[in-house]
């Protein structure tokens, strides 16, 4: 049996704000393209102090044009999309 694989939200805050940076948009953007009341949340999960909701996670996915390997790994890690797609 396959061993859950650990997630580093700290990793996952910088990417998510990579990508954000990357597609040249603001925090209110993000906002407003998720529908949130304020900024707090994107920042709380730019920083890696918590993560989105799975469906958010999906939503700031298609956002960014991004997969889920670019959002929940570190860029050089020895992760490989193959753990991830077994686990799925």
């Known amino acids: 049996m396959n061993v859950r694989p650990e997630y580093d939200f700290k990793v996952i805050g910088s990417n998510?704000?990579?990508?954000?940076?990357?597609?040249?948009?603001?925090?209110?953007?993000?906002?407003?393209?998720?529908?949130?009341?304020?900024?707090?949340?994107?920042?709380?999960?730019?920083?890696?102090?918590?993560?989105?909701?799975?469906d958010s996670l999906i939503a700031l996915m298609q956002l960014y044009g991004a997969s889920r390997i670019e959002m929940i790994t570190e860029e050089g890690s020895e992760l490989s999309s193959s753990v991830f797609l077994r686990a799925a």
Do not use: F, H, I
């Open 16 to 54: 998510l704000k990579k990508l954000r940076l990357a597609n040249n948009m603001t925090v209110e953007e993000v906002r407003e393209y998720m529908q949130l009341g304020t900024v707090q949340s994107v920042y709380k999960w730019e920083r890696g102090d918590g993560l989105p909701q799975a």
